[in-house]
């Protein structure tokens, strides 16, 4: 089979990496794959094309700035790149992150409708279900479930400063993403597939495969303590984010820092140089980790992983941490729960969560979870799992396609 997979990126970030992992499994079963990205670029060996450059995608986002439009841009080098999929003629499309600031929905979904070629659709995040944002729930907006209007959100991702325009972006998106029948969608978790079946495209199919990491990778490793030797921790504590924000928990984390033992320390990984001058002396913040060996020992090094988000469509980090055999602590929000079990961790509440991750703390270090049961957990997300199933859903729709024409 012939598979195109559009993206963003392209081996970069949780969704290009999977991205990079899907297309590798097609090679290795002597399929083919053509990665289309928007953003950034594609590692050599990948059959990959990039729609549009630098250029396009910050007109893309100006327009956005201004007009609230995000998604509607970029139809010039969207049609330049259907020309190139044509030419490709695949067998099956696999939609990752249709938003990013390089891809004109319209022009894509024309196209799908035309070639009426089956189509896979992992949803990564909540955007192709708003009028504007990417997650609602820390917002508590339950707009988009019947339309949305006056946006709560519309000066966070996809960023508009004038107008606002989801009430029409919705009216557009629901009739687009509608407009084709063959569509089966994908979602890395048990809440985000409630969240499709309470949205505008509920009568398309919806698979649950959770992302998965390569425990090859990811594992326990002897690190001698020289970690915490290096940032004078006798307990530390982890955090992991690409992106650190209100949603993912650095404020919460500063207010843990101020009632944590003498003896804790915080680490951060991922911030930025400006968050990091503003952090109080029993934080270490550290810009983003290029290499994965680095961020495995990391995970190792730490006594307790903690989860800060308030909203993930599932929680990656936390599964990377407890395959590392690294107990854990989440957040009692969305789908972050579905990454933990009662024995490689805890599960606090929404209502108290600065005072009960630390009474977990305090718990835990005098009753650490098994390493062995940390593992245990993370192996039922593994990458070998998600791509085996990816796989499935392939075949099923191949053998379903002719139906579609």
Same mark, same amino acid.
């Given at each position: 089979?012939?598979?195109?997979?559009?993206?963003?990126?392209?081996?970069?970030?949780?969704?290009?990496?999977?991205?990079?992992?899907?297309?590798?499994?097609?090679?290795?079963?002597?399929?083919?794959?053509?990665?289309?990205?928007? *953003?950034?670029?594609?590692?050599?060996?990948?059959?990959?094309?990039?729609?549009?450059?630098?250029?396009?995608?910050?007109?893309?986002?100006?327009?956005?700035?201004?007009?609230?439009?995000?998604?509607?841009?970029?139809?010039?080098?969207?049609?330049?790149?259907?020309?190139?999929?044509?030419?490709?003629?695949?067998?099956?499309?696999?939609?990752?992150?249709?938003? #990013?600031?390089?891809?004109?929905?319209?022009?894509?979904?024309?196209?799908?409708?035309?070639?009426?070629?089956?189509?896979?659709?992992?949803?990564? /995040?909540?955007?192709?279900?708003?009028?504007?944002?990417?997650?609602?729930?820390?917002?508590?907006?339950?707009?988009?479930?019947?339309?949305?209007?006056?946006?709560?959100?519309?000066?966070?991702?996809?960023?508009?400063?004038?107008? /606002?325009?989801?009430?029409?972006?919705?009216?557009? $998106?629901?009739?687009?993403?509608?407009?084709?029948?063959?569509?089966?969608?994908?979602?890395?978790?048990?809440?985000?597939?409630?969240?499709?079946?309470?949205?505008?495209?509920?009568?398309?199919?919806? $698979?649950?495969?959770?992302?998965?990491?390569?425990?090859?990778?990811? $594992?326990?490793?002897?690190?001698?303590? /020289?970690?915490?030797?290096?940032?004078?921790?006798?307990?530390?504590?982890?955090?992991?984010?690409?992106?650190?924000?209100? *949603?993912? #928990?650095?404020? *919460?984390?500063?207010?843990?820092?101020?009632?944590?033992? *003498?003896?804790?320390?915080?680490?951060?990984?991922?911030?930025?140089?400006?968050?990091?001058?503003?952090?109080?002396?029993?934080?270490?913040?550290?810009?983003?980790?290029?290499?994965?060996?680095?961020?495995?020992?990391?995970?190792?090094?730490? /006594?307790?992983?903690?989860?800060?988000?308030?909203?993930?469509?599932?929680?990656?980090?936390?599964?990377?941490?407890?395959?590392?055999?690294?107990?854990?602590?989440?957040?009692?929000?969305?789908?972050?729960?579905?990454?933990?079990?009662?024995?490689?961790?805890?599960?606090?509440?929404?209502?108290?969560?600065?005072?009960?991750?630390?009474?977990?703390?305090?718990?835990?270090? $005098?009753?650490?979870?098994?390493?062995?049961?940390?593992?245990?957990?993370?192996?039922?997300?593994?990458?070998?799992?998600?791509?085996?199933?990816?796989?499935?859903?392939?075949?099923?729709?191949?053998?379903?396609?002719?139906?579609?024409?």
């Amino acid at each position: 089979m012939k598979v195109l997979q559009i993206n963003t990126v392209c081996d970069s970030g949780s969704t290009g990496r999977i991205v990079a992992d899907l297309y590798k499994v097609l090679i290795d079963n002597g399929h083919e794959c053509l990665v289309g990205y928007g *953003r950034g670029s594609a590692p050599e060996g990948i059959n990959a094309i990039r729609i549009g450059n630098d250029l396009d995608m910050y007109l893309h986002a100006l327009g956005t700035r201004i007009t609230d439009k995000h998604g509607f841009y970029s139809k010039r080098v969207t049609e330049e790149f259907i020309e190139k999929v044509e030419n490709y003629n695949p067998d099956i499309i696999h939609l990752h992150n249709v938003h #990013g600031y390089y891809l004109n929905i319209e022009v894509l979904f024309d196209y799908l409708r035309k070639v009426k070629k089956p189509v896979v659709w992992t949803l990564h /995040d909540c955007w192709p279900l708003t009028g504007h944002c990417a997650y609602f729930d820390y917002a508590g907006c339950n707009k988009w479930e019947t339309g949305c209007f006056n946006c709560l959100q519309k000066k966070e991702y996809p960023k508009s400063i004038f107008f /606002d325009n989801s009430e029409s972006n919705y009216k557009n $998106k629901k009739k687009i993403f509608n407009s084709i029948s063959n569509i089966i969608f994908i979602t890395p978790s048990n809440w985000m597939a409630d969240q499709v079946k309470n949205s505008f495209v509920n009568n398309y199919n919806i $698979k649950v495969i959770y992302n998965g990491i390569d425990l090859d990778v990811f $594992k326990p490793i002897i690190t001698n303590d /020289d970690v915490k030797s290096a940032y004078k921790a006798d307990y530390l504590l982890l955090g992991v984010a690409n992106v650190w924000d209100e *949603r993912k #928990g650095l404020n *919460r984390f500063i207010e843990l820092s101020k009632i944590i033992d *003498r003896d804790c320390k915080i680490l951060l990984i991922g911030l930025n140089e400006k968050q990091i001058q503003k952090l109080p002396s029993n934080i270490i913040g550290i810009t983003k980790t290029k290499k994965i060996d680095e961020l495995v020992k990391l995970y190792n090094a730490a /006594d307790i992983y903690i989860n800060m988000s308030v909203e993930e469509t599932m929680g990656l980090t936390t599964v990377e941490a407890l395959a590392c055999g690294t107990q854990s602590i989440v957040i009692n929000s969305t789908a972050i729960p579905e990454t933990i079990s009662d024995y490689s961790g805890f599960i606090v509440q929404k209502n108290d969560i600065i005072q009960s991750v630390y009474s977990c703390i305090k718990y835990m270090r $005098k009753n650490p979870k098994l390493s062995y049961d940390c593992r245990e957990q993370a192996k039922k997300f593994t990458k070998q799992s998600m791509c085996d199933n990816y796989l499935t859903v392939y075949n099923g729709v191949m053998c379903i396609k002719d139906e579609y024409v």
